[in-house]
Structure formats: structure tokens, C-alpha cells
């Protein structure tokens, strides 16, 4: 009789193809199962019992932002402790491939504001033993991991590799930088790259650069990136992650039409987000996404389906940053940020900002937290002058005080030497709406945990956890073999894999 590594014995099968769940045992050899139900194929070095458990296959998190933190904590905590079993790294065009030794430092600074990674991590844990993309797949490859790893080329990364910093910020690329950057896209096709990936958020970027200009990509023409799409096109392999700008709905959205139609291949749409009370905000998503594959257009939407709170402090926000008033008092050293919150005019910038009811902004507040008069003072830094306030919302703290709201935010950051923490509330979350993003498109896909990026301010990796607890089991709005499809099966065949395969470690199949 043969000899297996493993067998998992009387559990309920759930094989994430739908199937309506099974008991039945399972044996695994070599890292991959080998055998499921049916008569015992030989003994196993160890068993494990799951009577009264699930098996089922671990999750593929399309969104993270573990590129430097793989480097030192192989199970990409805490995404690894939530049933995650592969991650795509390099999303919104952020990422550390290829880069020039001379922009190493650079390219690390920008990583701690635009995805709130912190410094000193990165700076001690990250290796640096590459170069071009090939160097960095074959150090991804002998990087200890815990899961398995799909590589997007981070388009940041190359437009600044081939044009240099400010040409990639100010201009489109030359002729013939647009031939290099398709000879070095093809280059990492061949090295085991999944594709490439975007941020779009024009000039006033939710997610700035480290001196608070926009990313690179936030402003790339449309003609750069159709360029690169052209790659994947002529090889037929590839995907492609795309964080589009919502402020022209119309415009937005057509470009990502023909980009689907040039590059042939799967797009990755972040993000279909719910409101809490307006059904019409998802339901033009999904009602666009089908459109889009009636016309044969590969494009994927990603929803955003994780409850989350944030807690912050000025000290490290970015999530502001599509208000230019607050991007500019919270960018630079504690010190430089305390003089500008002092600043009368530039106060007053943001109170008019505020006060017009910018629409981009009470999106972005309502994302992050909700509106600043109902973040809650949660934590005045063991403060006794300042413990007063704790538990206070900002407007209850304003009405008290008749001030400003955000004289409010401002006084206390500024008292508490920006340490002082802001909540969001809890203020309610709407299953049915998150339920019917996956159950009325079957192009949908559950996410965006930004696993590894803003940890601050929030715990996106958990996503998986949440949606089973939450939408499966409590509310029963979604099946249990819809759920393990949507988390497992169907971002693995979004995301078809290169002629090489990616970095990995053994096969999530046996996960």
C-alpha cells in the first residue's frame, strides 16, 4: 500500500466548485491531495480528525499589499491566519520591481505614505538582492514562504526604471520608452509575472506619494497604459488589476472597456462598494459588469465586502489626500505637520474644503471612517489634560466647545502631540447589499483587504473570516459552496497563470 504524507479524516468536503458538500476523507502526498472519498489508498504519517469540520480549499486574496512584508513574515500575517493560502502582490502599481539601487530609499518612503507600510520594517527586513524583474522573481522564489505568491508588475515601478522620477510624474512616455517598458513587461511575462496593475486617481490622489504629489500611475496616459496592454495581447497570458477614479463615472468606465478590448485579458475592477441605505450604487456595478461581458469584455469586479473600522491618528493619515488642503498639513516630519495645523490659512482651507461639501471628499470621509463629526476620541495618549474627551465624538466635542469640527480634530492632534486616536463607528452595515454583489453577478468577487497596506488604521486581511461569519453563517445569504467558489475557485481562474509559474510554495490546492 502507498505511503501519504497526510490524511484528513471524516470531514465535510466543500471543494469550492460548487458541489453540493460531501463527507469524505482525504489523503495528501507531496503537498497535493492525492485521493478524495472512496476506500483508503494506503496509511498516512499523520491523521487528522475533522469530524464535525469543513475541508475545503484555502482562499486567493487578489488585493494585497504584502510585497515587503512577505520578505519576513512568510504567512503574510494576518491574511495567513484567516484561511489564505495565496496572495497577489504588486496591486495599484505600487511595489518594488524593477528599481535601481539608487531608488531604493525613494522607493520605500513613497511605500510608507501611499500604503502606510512602515519604514523601519522594510528598511530592515528587506533584503535588496535584486534589480530587474528577473532578479526579483528568482529572490521572491528563495524568500521562505508560507503561502503561495502571484507577482504583478507594479506599473509605478517601471515608468520610473525607464523614464526616471519627475519625466514619469510630468510627461508620456517617448517611442521608445514605450518599447521598453513592452521589451521589459515581456521580459517578466517569461520570469513568471501575472500581469500588471494600476492606480488611476488623477492629480488629487486618495493615496499620494511621500511628498504628497500624486502616484505615477495617477496620472499615466491612456496611451502608456494601452501600450503595455498590447504585451499581454500579442502573448495571450496575463491579467490585469486596475484602481480607477470614480469622478467621471462615464469617462472612467469606457476606458476600462477598451482596455479590456485591447489586452484581450481578464481585468480586475477595484472596487463595487455598497452604501448603507441606496441600492443603486451597487446595482449600476453590476448592471455596467454585465454589459461589459455581453460585449465579451473580461473584466472582473471586485467588491468590497469586509466590515471594518478604522482607527487613526494624524501622525500617519493619508487617507485624505484627495483634499488638497488636508494633504498638505499632513505631509512632511510631526514637526512640520503641527506648524502647518497652526497655520490660520491653511485651516481655513480646509474648513472651506469641509464646509462646501466637496462630494469627492464626503466620499472619501464616509470610506474611511465616516464624517469627521462622528469619529469617536478613543485614545488621548495616557494625556490627563486630554482624557476629558475620551469616548466624545468630534461634533459633540464642537457643539460643546462651539467650535469647528475641524478645530476640533486639529487642537487635540495638535495637543496630543498627533497621537491622539480617532475612531469610526460602527455604524451599521447592509447584508442584503453586500449579499446580492455576489449572488446577482457571477462575475463578482469578494475582497479588497488591502492585506499588509494601512495597518494603522485598519485589518483588511480578515475579509475571508468576516464573510463566512457574517454572510454565510449568521445572515444565511450566502451558501456555504457559493462562498468557498467566490473566495477560492473563481479568483484562481481570474487570474490565469504565466508560461512560468509565479513565486510559490506547494500548491494551495492542498490547503
Known amino acids: 500500500m502507498a505511503e501519504f504524507d497526510l490524511h484528513i479524516k471524516g470531514g465535510t468536503v466543500v471543494d469550492g466548485t460548487r458541489v453540493p458538500r460531501f463527507r469524505a476523507d482525504l489523503w495528501i502526498k507531496d503537498g497535493k491531495i492525492a485521493q478524495v472519498g472512496g476506500r483508503s489508498p494506503g496509511f498516512a504519517k499523520k491523521t487528522i480528525d475533522a469530524d464535525g469540520m469543513v475541508v475545503a480549499p484555502g482562499f486567493v486574496d487578489l488585493h494585497t499589499h504584502y510585497d515587503a512584508q512577505i520578505r519576513w513574515d512568510p504567512y503574510c500575517t494576518i491574511s495567513g491566519w484567516h484561511g489564505v493560502t495565496s496572495v497577489v502582490l504588486g496591486n495599484c502599481g505600487f511595489g518594488f520591481v524593477p528599481v ?9 518612503l513613497t511605500m510608507t505614505r501611499t500604503e502606510a507600510i512602515p519604514y523601519e520594517s522594510m528598511k530592515v527586513g528587506m533584503p535588496w538582492d535584486w534589480e530587474t524583474i528577473p532578479q526579483y522573481m528568482d529572490s521572491l522564489d528563495r524568500s521562505p514562504k508560507g503561502v503561495n505568491a502571484i507577482q504583478y508588475l507594479p506599473t509605478s515601478s517601471l515608468l520610473v526604471y525607464v523614464m526616471g522620477l519627475e519625466a514619469a510624474k510630468s510627461r508620456p512616455a517617448t517611442d521608445a520608452e514605450r518599447t521598453e517598458m513592452r521589451r521589459l513587461l515581456a521580459e517578466g511575462m517569461d520570469a513568471g509575472l501575472g500581469g500588471f496593475s494600476i492606480q ?31 504585451v499581454l495581447r500579442a502573448r495571450d497570458e496575463g491579467f490585469i488589476q486596475i484602481t480607477q477614479a470614480t469622478g467621471k463615472i462615464k469617462d472612467d468606465l469606457n476606458f476600462l472597456e477598451r482596455l479590456a478590448a485591447e489586452a484581450n485579458r481578464p481585468i480586475l475592477h477595484n472596487a463595487i462598494a455598497p452604501a448603507r441605505h441606496d441600492p443603486k450604487v451597487h446595482q449600476r456595478s453590476l448592471a455596467w459588469l454585465k454589459r461589459c461581458r455581453e460585449k465579451g469584455l473580461p473584466i472582473f469586479g471586485q467588491t468590497a465586502t469586509l466590515r471594518t473600522g478604522f482607527a487613526f491618528t494624524l501622525e500617519h493619515w493619508n487617507l485624505y489626500d484627495a483634499s488638497p488642503a488636508w494633504r498638505e498639513v499632513t505631509t512632511g ?23 462646501e461639501a466637496n462630494k469627492k471628499l464626503e466620499v472619501i470621509q464616509k470610506g474611511v471612517g465616516g464624517p469627521i463629526r462622528h469619529l469617536i476620541v478613543s485614545w488621548v495618549d495616557n494625556k490627563p489634560e486630554l482624557e476629558k474627551y475620551e469616548g466624545k465624538s468630534v461634533g ?27 475612531l469610526g463607528p460602527n455604524r451599521g452595515f447592509n447584508a442584503e447589499f453586500y449579499a446580492e454583489m455576489i449572488n446577482d453577478s457571477p462575475y463578482t468577487i469578494p475582497g479588497v483587504s488591502d492585506g499588509g497596506a494601512h495597518t494603522k488604521f485598519f485589518t483588511g486581511g480578515a475579509y475571508t473570516t468576516d464573510f463566512l461569519g457574517w454572510l454565510v453563517r449568521d445572515e444565511q ?30 500548491s494551495a490546492e492542498s490547503r
Open 100 to 108: 535601481k539601487p539608487d531608488f531604493r530609499e525613494r522607493s520605500m
Open 477 to 506: 445569504r450566502i451558501t456555504l459552496e457559493e462562498a468557498h467558489y467566490r473566495l477560492s475557485a473563481r479568483p484562481s481562474r481570474s487570474v490565469p497563470r504565466s508560461r512560468k509559474p509565479a513565486a510559490c510554495a506547494g
Open 396 to 422: 459633540q466635542i464642537a457643539s460643546e466647545e462651539k467650535k469647528h469640527e475641524i478645530d476640533v480634530m486639529l487642537d487635540l492632534s495638535i495637543a496630543g502631540e498627533l497621537k491622539v486616536e480617532f
Open 200 to 230: 488611476r486617481l488623477g492629480k488629487d490622489s486618495t493615496q499620494a506619494d511621500f511628498d504628497g504629489s500624486p502616484m505615477v500611475t495617477d496620472t499615466m496616459t491612456d496611451e502608456d497604459i494601452l501600450n503595455l496592454a498590447s
Open 333 to 355: 516630519t510631526n514637526a512640520e505637520k503641527i506648524y502647518k495645523m497652526k497655520n490660520p490659512a491653511l485651516r481655513e482651507a480646509i474648513k472651506r474644503e469641509h464646509d
